[in-house]
């Protein structure tokens, strides 16, 4: 049956300043799920006056938020107190990681995480799953479901990690292969070809992911590049002979715009130009660099005008502390006063919502609040607790209200979370 949800309605086009709020708006969502319609709510065509309407006030109404880079089978792994990344893999990671080849766990545990997704507002999401092939098909499963745009793929990663989470070149391609053929474009899910990185992944099996990228049409790739100096000192040793560390999966062709870096956080200016070049897109994982002190990330450094890298967001769970993006802006925000930037709060919220659809090539589908795009919307209560009700009287501005949601908000804010039209999360009071 035809909805509306009204509210105050924002939604970004290409750039941040290409933008629509229409405070007093509603969007119209068909029965096939997609959005019909959006406007001013007097402006509502005759044929929808008498369809049943969702009311958020003065709430927000916008796309669903996007992370562009966040791992399912870490899950309940926030909070573990590695001394650095490689500490952090090798004392929590890869054991609780091990638990995955199991599928009814793989299966409960999948419901958990997509429920957190929701609850925090989040809608799509492009996930690394384990090594075990039947991690990325209970997170396949149970995200068809609830018909969210998910993309994930098995984690390749044959050297230098526990058996239990070990594969081979030759098993990594097959599984691979075989999720793809099983669930790409089924509905809204999409596979995505995912080497852990260069550390994990021998040279046979890098070259292995190369060849998945030029035969599985329409996929795109995600692993995770100079996130900190221990690795990229492991980096060196392993490949002596490659340039540096964007040079390495240069060689095995895996550089280019269907390519996500996840963090980029110590790249020098020949790798960015690089990446710059071929297209490839860093994510951006604030809280998680924090966390496990991996470095100050540079959007300035990264955005160079003159050979800009193409930037996402993620919140890189179980690494990053929060699921929210909201917080995940926040921690952008903070992340980025110190390495001398100071990001709008239009340009954060463009990231997590037009932006990431853009990198991760959905803004077809989502992104967006416009006629034929799925209505996966997040509604966002701009009072939603005590501290964000005073701040926000104090706010003069859009910019200013979205700011405080930045630097303030979390799932608490989240009133209600929509996917695919059907409302899958409503906070209760
Ligand atoms: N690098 C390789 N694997 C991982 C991971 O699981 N988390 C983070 N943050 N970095 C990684
Ligand atoms: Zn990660």
């Not at 119209?28 to 049943?52: F, K, M, Q, Y």
């Not at 919140?315 to 006063?337: E, F, I, P, R």
């Amino acid at each position: 049956m035809t909805r509306i949800v009204t509210g105050a309605v924002l939604t970004f086009g290409a750039t941040t300043a290409d933008y629509l709020h229409e405070p007093q708006g509603a969007v119209v969502i068909g029965d096939d799920g997609r959005i019909l319609w959006r406007g001013a709510r007097r402006a509502l065509p005759e044929a929808w006056r008498a369809a049943p309407v969702d009311d958020y006030d003065d709430c927000l109404i916008l796309p669903g938020f996007i992370d562009a880079h966040i791992h399912f089978p870490q899950y309940r792994m926030l909070a573990a107190p590695g001394k650095d990344l490689l500490d952090w893999l090798n004392r929590f990671t890869f054991p609780e990681e091990s638990r995955y080849g199991d599928a009814a766990y793989a299966a409960a545990a999948a419901e958990k995480f997509l429920d957190r997704l929701v609850t925090n507002g989040t809608t799509s999401a492009m996930v690394f799953s384990s090594v075990h092939k039947s991690c990325a098909e209970a997170l396949f499963a149970a995200a068809g479901t609830r018909r969210m745009a998910i993309m994930t793929g098995k984690t390749m990663m044959d050297r230098d990690v526990p058996q239990a989470v070990r594969d081979t070149p030759e098993a990594g391609a097959r599984d691979s292969e075989a999720l793809y053929q099983k669930w790409h474009r089924r509905d809204r899910l999409r596979y995505v070809v995912s080497p852990r990185f260069a550390v994990t992944s021998s040279e046979a099996q890098l070259r292995v992911a190369g060849e998945l990228m030029q035969s599985l049409p329409d996929t795109l790739m995600q692993t995770h590049l100079s996130e900190s100096t221990g690795e990229v000192a492991r980096i060196r040793a392993l490949y002596p002979n490659d340039k540096d560390y964007t040079d390495v999966y240069d060689r095995f062709g895996l550089l280019s715009d269907r390519s996500l870096f996840a963090h980029g956080v110590h790249l020098s200016e020949r790798e960015c130009a690089r990446l710059s070049e071929t297209g490839s897109i860093v994510a951006h994982c604030p809280t998680s660099n924090m966390f496990l002190g991996s470095g100050l990330m540079s959007m300035g450094h990264l955005g160079k005008p003159e050979r800009p890298v193409r930037l996402a967001l993620g919140t890189d769970v179980g690494g990053g502390t929060s699921y929210s993006m909201l917080a995940t802006l926040g921690a952008a925000y903070k992340v980025q006063m110190l390495a001398g930037y100071r990001p709008t709060a239009f340009e954060l919220f463009h990231l997590a919502t037009r932006g990431n659809a853009e990198r991760l090539r959905l803004t077809d589908e989502v992104g967006s609040l416009d006629d034929g795009k799925w209505a996966d919307i997040v509604v966002i209560d701009p009072k939603a607790t005590d501290v964000l009700a005073s701040r926000q009287e104090l706010s003069q501005s859009l910019e200013d209200m979205l700011f405080a949601l930045a630097i303030l908000g979390d799932d608490r804010a989240i009133r209600a979370t929509y996917v695919a039209g059907r409302k899958l999360h409503e906070r209760s009071e």
